[in-house]
């Protein structure tokens, strides 16, 4: 096909013009999303406001929390500090009256008052065996680590190891019973030997507990059903005991 020159004439469009309306309309729209967005950062920053309050009292309470927990262990603590004082007052007062009765009869005096003295507690016994019973252990515990703190008086930080191994021991049977790894020391373990075997004490207080030596002195060994928890949080008390008070094993 033969090419053939063709003429298109394109006219311009018209102009296109702004209106006065149209100019306040697009004016309102523009402040519209502007007002909207605005609404919008004011309502996120309540939102934002809301949650800050809210962690504010979540902390608030938390600390609350802590605190008196903190107030109840101290208390505990000063009780439990108290009665070892007391304890320990109470064993000079009967010490001072043994030596005075001990003078009386060397000097020829009639030992009547030492007479009384031991027949008191066979009459305690007789009306209530269990919690002399109770009792008993838990004074054999805390003689057995006073016995400890005595014969390493001049290494308090390796007495104090001492006891938080022990109260971990105590700790982890007492809340896994059923776990074998936890009721099972290796003697010649090296970290055993250097907090606790080596000392004076430690593994009288872990048999105190119930743990036992296995044939070939290889292991102790608690069994399960052996497992005491009134013996273990008499335990664990004992060594909290020890641990808190500056006085313990001293007096």
Excluded at 169 to 181: L, S
Aim: proline residues 5%.
């Amino acid at each position: 096909m033969p090419l053939v020159t063709v003429d298109i004439s394109i006219g311009s469009p018209e102009p296109f013009y702004f209106t006065e309306a149209m100019k306040i309309k697009a004016q309102e729209l523009r402040d519209q999303a502007r007002k909207k967005k605005e609404e919008e950062e004011k309502k996120l920053e309540r939102e934002r406001e809301k949650g800050r309050i809210q962690s504010g009292k979540q902390l608030i309470e938390a600390k609350r929390s802590l605190e008196e927990n903190e107030r109840k262990r101290n208390i505990e603590f000063r009780k439990a500090e108290k009665e070892e004082e007391k304890r320990a007052r109470e064993r000079i007062r009967w010490k001072l009256k043994q030596d005075k009765l001990e003078r009386r009869v060397n000097v020829g005096l009639p030992p009547e008052q030492l007479v009384a003295e031991e027949r008191t507690p066979a009459v305690r016994i007789e009306q209530n065996p269990f919690p002399v019973r109770s009792v008993a252990k838990s004074e054999r515990m805390r003689e057995c680590l006073r016995s400890l703190r005595r014969n390493h008086k001049d290494d308090d930080a390796r007495v104090r190891q001492a006891f938080q191994t022990l109260l971990i021991y105590v700790g982890n049977v007492a809340r896994n019973p059923n776990e074998e790894k936890f009721r099972k020391i290796r003697l010649s373990n090296p970290l055993f030997l250097d907090r606790v075997g080596s000392l004076t004490g430690g593994i009288e207080f872990l048999e105190l507990c119930g743990f036992e030596t296995t044939e070939g002195e290889e292991f102790l060994y608690l069994p399960h059903n052996k497992v005491d928890m009134a013996t273990l949080n008499s335990a664990a008390s004992e060594l909290k005991s020890a641990l808190t008070n500056p006085f313990f094993g001293l007096l």
